[in-house]
């Protein structure tokens, strides 16, 4: 339970009324680096909540494909 607090602790909590919440954008109130660091602990999380193992390809590896414009 300390763990889970000590990760929780630099997380910024904000009370907004119904309706009146900020938009979805975060630019201004962060920095890339923070986005991306935010995109990899939800990651991380959420393969927790699956059970399953998180994949351990090389990002050369990485399933996905390119599309080009015709």
């Not at 000590?6 to 201004?28: K, Q, W």
Request: aromatic share 2%; net charge positive.
């Amino acid at each position: 339970m300390r763990q889970r607090r000590s990760v929780r602790e630099p997380l910024p909590v904000r009370v907004y009324r119904l309706g009146e919440e900020p938009g979805d954008d975060l630019s201004a109130s962060t920095t890339a680096e923070r986005r991306i660091e935010m995109v990899a602990e939800l990651s991380e999380r959420m393969w927790e909540l699956t059970g399953a193992p998180v994949p351990s390809h090389s990002r050369a590896r990485m399933p996905g494909r390119i599309i080009r414009p015709a």
